[in-house]
Nanobody
Framework: QGQLVESGGGFVQPGGSVKLSCEDI????????MEWYRQTPGKQREFIADIAPDGTLNYADFAKGRFTISRDNAKNTMYLQINDLQVDDTAVYYCTSGTTWGPGTQVTVSS
């Protein structure tokens, strides 16, 4: 089954950038359809983007333009680049293969 571990979160000023990573440990990453979600307190988990094993991409409307999803099958890792961060991007960011979820990484955007 494997496990997923996110990293790369932290405190970022508005307008800054962050690149999140999601490492698949022990799973068959190159065969997996992978997704990024985010969640803020009191709200449902929100879909951001997904990437198929062949690299086909799909974004939520709000994510088009500032968010970039990618994957490196040789490193068993998926990425999420977020540019021009805004306060409303503050959330816990999760990766998932559909059946497995990582513990999340916190991104806090504040001046």
């Amino acid at each position: 089954q494997g496990q997923l571990v996110e990293s790369g979160g932290g405190f970022v000023q508005p307008g800054g950038s962050v690149k999140l990573s999601c490492e698949d440990i022990g799973g068959t990453f190159m065969l997996r359809y992978m997704e990024w979600y985010r969640q803020t307190p009191g709200k449902q988990r929100e879909f951001i983007a997904d990437i198929a094993p062949d690299g086909t991409l799909n974004y939520a409307d709000f994510a088009k333009g500032r968010f970039t999803i990618s994957r490196d099958n040789a490193k068993n890792t998926m990425y999420l680049q977020i540019n021009d961060l805004q306060v409303d991007d503050t959330a816990v960011y999760y990766c998932t293969s559909g059946t497995t979820w990582g513990p999340g990484t916190q991104v806090t955007v504040s001046s």
